[in-house]
């Protein structure tokens, strides 16, 4: 189960998913033409619908109808997030209030209904949640105050529950990308991006792509003995 899954991290980490044999559950807001495509190639396999993350009734319902498709889920990723960049003196309440309510409300809420419904189920398999935060909320980031504020909160989060959890059986990690080349970043000015790309170690923004292979690892029997753990994939930002 991914959130955000219409494009971005989220779609590549459906992708990635679904050809490593898993069946997968996504939802965004608005939906988009390259996930309609991938449901329709993987029919039976792809649930995709539009709904807020900030919607618990909806991720309830959305989470029966999954249990009756797929019976059970083993791993959910929180991706889904919004950002607004500005210096914090310019940034406004209702921008403040949406980057809290979807990353840090929203995310707790999706993470929340997902793990009452693996709590409910068997236990025997493995069993994850990977909430994505990112390098902004371990190294600063002019423009990004807010932002930070919320994925250094679900870092905490992550952390806290992996405590929780672990007795239960379910690991608990947060992943921290850098900077990717998605819509997410699309406002930051070519002067900055060229300044991140030189800071960083590989010499450039990281791709989607860049990302799935630690999703990959952490919600897989590789990562079986990780938990409570953020893990970094900045290109050596
Ligand atoms: N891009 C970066 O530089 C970067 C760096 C580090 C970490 N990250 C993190 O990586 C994750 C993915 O980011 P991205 O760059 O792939 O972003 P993106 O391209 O903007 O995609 C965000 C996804 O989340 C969905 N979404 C946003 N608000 C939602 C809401 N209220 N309810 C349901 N779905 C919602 C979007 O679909 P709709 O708009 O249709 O709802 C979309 O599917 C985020 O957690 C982000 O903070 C990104």
């Known amino acids: 189960m991914i959130s955000g899954g219409s494009r971005g991290l989220g779609f590549a980490l459906v992708q990635h998913l679904l050809a490593r044999g898993d069946n997968v559950a ?9 996930l309609d495509s991938l449901a329709a ?40 997030a919004v950002a607004h960049e500005g210096v914090l003196a310019t940034t406004r309440d209702d921008e403040i209030d949406s980057m809290l309510a979807v990353n840090v ?5 999706f993470v929340r209904e997902c793990v009452r419904q693996m709590l409910a189920a068997p236990a025997g398999s493995d069993r994850s949640v990977t909430v994505v935060s990112s390098v902004v909320a371990e190294n600063g980031s002019p423009g990004l105050s807010v932002y930070a ?13 992996a405590r929780e959890l672990g007795p239960r059986g379910i690991r608990v990690n947060a ?63």
């Open 149 to 161: 504020a919320t994925k250094a909160a679900l870092e905490g989060f992550a952390r806290s529950l």
């Open 105 to 109: 409300r929203g995310a707790i809420i």
């Open 175 to 237: 992943i921290a990308p850098g900077f990717l080349e998605t819509d997410l970043s699309s406002t930051l000015p070519a002067e900055q991006r060229a300044r991140i790309a030189r800071r960083t170690a590989l010499g450039r923004l990281g791709q989607p792509e860049d990302i799935v292979g630690a999703v990959d690892f952490l919600t897989g029997k590789a990562g079986g003995f990780s938990t409570g753990q953020v893990l970094k994939v900045d290109g050596g930002g």
């Open 41 to 80: 190639a993987h029919a039976g396999r792809l649930l995709a619908e539009k709904f807020d993350v900030t919607d618990s009734r909806a991720i309830g319902g959305f989470l029966g109808r999954i249990a009756d498709r797929f019976g059970r889920i083993d791993h959910c990723v929180a991706n889904a």
């Open 26 to 34: 996504t939802f965004s807001r608005s939906g988009s033409a390259v």
